[in-house]
């Protein structure tokens, strides 16, 4: 699982997002844009945590740590390597699923 969430932060990946965040900062089209990108990932990341058994606070509060933590992610500078983005996802990975199967 970890594998997948650092394979989504490509350098490429990082760059356009970190692009299209300033943009958002600037223009208000894009900020609603940007906003409703935001909701469908914290949306989808909750719907994935209640899939594996924790209650809707729980699942939401999951789901916004792993989002502030891709986004912070794409926003560093140099990007981080694959290597160390998988030892910070891997320990929160194991602790999710962990909590999950308790």
Known sequence: ???DV???LSPREAIIERN???WATQDADAATIWARIDARR???LTD???GLGYDQ???ERGARHLALL???ANLMSPPSSPSELREVFQPLIENL?????Q
């Open 1 to 3: 699982m970890s594998d």
């Open 6 to 8: 650092v394979d989504s």
């Open 20 to 22: 299209v965040r300033a």
């Open 42 to 44: 914290l949306a989808y």
């Open 48 to 50: 994935l945590l209640r």
């Open 57 to 59: 606070t729980e699942s």
């Open 70 to 72: 891709v986004i912070g």
């Open 97 to 101: 699923l962990a909590g999950a199967s």
